[in-house]
């Protein structure tokens, strides 16, 4: 036999069974893929502040009509048509001549009896001793006491005249009644005002507080009065617009004691700062207000939520690093969370990216981001800790 013939055909073998093993290798690491990179938050039961959402709309504060309570020319005007005016502002003037007239004659007319008034006194003091004697008649000295004490009323109905004839002349400048954004005036300078009715001259509106009203229905009112913290609840509204998310803080100070029978709905009112008025009254919002956070919930983001024909379902992660599907039941649900009440356990890992790549059995990479995803930070991003609270 040709041994040289024979060992180069056994090397050729050997080195093609090394290459079909290798292809081997090649094509099943080509079949499993790496784990797929998630982040999952993880479930946990605990207290979360409980928030209910209505639909409300905003009014002033304050909506005051200036008018004119003496008659006269209007002689001046002392601001621009809707610009901000502080309480106690100068607004109007009306023409004070005939007014500071008629103070000066009560002013005389003071002075007039109070002169009268101390002769009166000299006279009662000079008779007095002289009845005693017996040398003047008693009848005149009770003329005199009576004319005295007829002076003395004089001089407080005279002090009564000048108080009145000074609130007039008071009157006619006309001072803002509160702080706020003043409308148009209703009449022009040299028009007579004030004859024979309180002549409507502006309006002022105030904005800061703003008033939102809402009317949830009367089982949402209930479970606010028994679930809720205090009287005064934590509020906000807000208001979507195109410059932006406007949200603005307050609190809770009114419900009406009686039940619209049209509606089943209670009116409440929330008591908003607006300092910036960066919302105007009659603005529609959403009114977020604060019921309790006594009660212990196994809350998860929206987002993380999946919908099919079989229902509402989540992914998550098991020991094992697999995608397991969780069908589960939802309770309470707002925009920012959502109750879980079956389906999954404190501790479980529910999937919060990559949702539409995965399928049940898929193995993946898991990080945590429960810190910066989690019900807890949701809270915190969008300040739903009430003051109460934190």
């Not at 009686?258 to 209670?266: G, K, N, Q, R």
Request: with cysteine.
């Amino acid at each position: 036999m040709n041994i040289a013939k024979i060992v180069p055909f056994s090397v050729a073998l050997t080195l093609l069974l090394l290459s079909g093993c290798g292809e081997d290798k090649q094509q099943q690491m080509r079949k499993t893929p790496p784990p797929l990179p998630v982040q999952t938050i993880t479930v946990q039961e605990k207290r979360v502040p409980i928030w209910g959402i209505f639909t409300g709309k905003t009014r002033a504060s304050s909506h005051q009509e200036v008018r004119a309570r003496v008659s006269g020319i209007l002689e001046k005007v002392y601001f621009k048509d809707g610009e901000y005016v502080k309480k106690g502002q100068k607004l109007f003037k009306i023409e004070q001549s005939e007014y500071i007239a008629a103070l000066n004659a009560a002013k005389a007319k003071k002075a007039q009896d109070e002169a009268a008034l101390a002769l009166a006194k000299a006279d009662v003091a000079r008779y007095t001793p002289l009845v005693e004697e017996g040398l003047a008649p008693r009848a005149t000295l009770e003329q005199y006491q009576a004319k005295l004490a007829a002076l003395n009323a004089a001089i407080l109905g005279d002090k009564a005249n000048i108080k009145e004839a000074q609130i007039k002349l008071d009157y006619t400048i006309i001072k803002a009644p509160i702080s706020g954004k003043v409308s148009a005036r209703h009449v022009d300078v040299g028009n007579l005002i004030g004859q024979g009715e309180s002549t409507l001259l502006t309006t002022i509106v105030r904005y800061n507080p703003l008033y939102a009203y809402f009317s949830p229905s009367q089982k949402d009112a209930m479970l606010m009065q028994k679930y809720g913290e205090s009287k005064d609840l934590d509020a906000f509204i807000e208001y979507k617009s195109s410059n932006g998310d406007i949200r603005l803080d307050g609190h809770l100070d009114f419900a009406n004691n009686t039940v619209d029978p049209l509606t089943s709905t209670i009116t409440m009112r929330a008591v908003i700062k607006n300092p910036e008025t960066k919302i105007l009254p009659g603005t529609f919002v959403y009114v977020n207000v604060f019921i309790s956070d006594k009660y212990k919930f196994k809350m998860i983001p929206p987002e993380v939520i999946m919908d099919d024909q079989l229902g509402k379902y989540v992914y998550i992660v098991d020991n094992n690093s697999t995608v397991k599907r969780a069908d589960i039941t939802t309770g309470y649900a707002t925009k920012y969370y959502v109750s879980v009440t079956k389906g999954v356990k404190s501790g479980d890992k529910v999937i919060a990216s990559a949702l539409i790549k995965l399928k049940p059995g898929m193995r993946v990479k898991a990080s945590d981001v429960t810190d910066t995803r989690g019900v807890d930070a949701i809270l915190k991003e969008n300040r739903l800790i009430p003051s109460k609270v934190q």
